[in-house]
């Protein structure tokens, strides 16, 4: 049995956990340390029970709690070595901080096997992650990346839930208020994954097993909720399957209202 819950998603933090019956684990601690704890304890976690923190990239809304809660509590740290050592140059992560570069043999976690995929982002070696639980459950985590690759896809398919980018709708950002550059950030291959990419990759992991998804990341300023929902549930119907027979879909919420699933 495993137990999932986007505590935080967006570009103001990100936060999830992932629970079995050996403990749980966090991907990434972008929002603080008391939101995270408060967040876990509303939904009957034991913040002791967390085992570990595999962090995607150093970007704030990913590790702004990370450094609070891993001397609270000891949480090992799992990332690429690249995050790592930009972790360590920001004295994030200092002396007596467990922490450990995850190869791409994986690691074991709280009863999971937690292995990572490289995504395509404009940090130093940002990560999605993919985890199998004793009974033969396989979920992913894949946010942060300006494009779907052979590498996310190979992680994501044959997996019974994916929490996966749909940061933007291209509209809003081209006529948004962002200055130039940084739309042309966000539209790059090392951005953001929009709706309409995001979306087209949901069909075929729905032919493939999956049959949760948790669309994630969203923009506060160049989505709606409902907008990611319609985008990916379009492509869905459009490919003759249908919901609540051949999959679930819902958006992660900005902050912790979330309930905890049970796969």
């Known amino acids: 049995m495993a137990r999932f819950c986007p505590l935080f998603s967006g570009s ?10 050996s403990g749980g684990v966090l991907v990434d601690a972008g929002v603080s340390a008391r939101r995270i704890e408060c967040a876990l304890r509303e939904r009957e976690i034991d913040p002791l029970s967390v085992r570990a923190v595999f962090v995607t990239h150093e970007h704030t809304d990913h590790i702004a709690g990370l450094r609070v809660l891993a001397k609270r509590y000891g949480y090992k740290v799992f990332a690429s070595a690249g995050t790592l050592d930009a972790l360590v ?33 404009d940090s130093r070696e940002s990560l999605g ?20 690759t052979d590498t996310i896809r190979g992680a994501l398919v044959g997996c019974d839930l994916v929490l996966l980018e749909s940061n933007h709708d291209v509209r809003m950002l081209e006529n948004g ?65 249908t919901e609540g027979k051949d999959f679930l879909l819902s958006v992660a919420p900005r902050s912790a209202e979330a309930p905890v699933m049970v796969l």
């Open 12 to 21: 103001s933090g990100n936060c999830t956990y992932i629970g079995s019956a």
């Open 89 to 121: 140059e920001t004295q994030v992560l200092g002396e007596g901080s467990d922490f450990e570069a995850i190869t791409d043999d994986g690691v074991e976690a709280a009863g999971m096997y937690i292995l990572p995929f490289h995504t395509s982002h």
């Open 177 to 241: 208020p962002y200055p130039y550059y940084l739309k042309r950030r966000i539209l790059g291959t090392s951005g953001h994954l929009s709706n309409e990419c995001c979306a087209a990759e949901l069909p075929f992991l729905a032919q493939n097993g999956t049959t949760r998804f948790i669309l994630g990341h969203l923009s506060r300023e160049n989505n709606f909720p409902d907008l990611a929902y319609s985008t990916s549930l379009a492509a869905l119907r459009q490919a003759g399957l």
């Open 129 to 148: 992650f993919r985890l199998h639980t004793a009974d033969g459950r396989a979920l992913a985590v894949a946010t942060d990346t300006g494009c779907m």
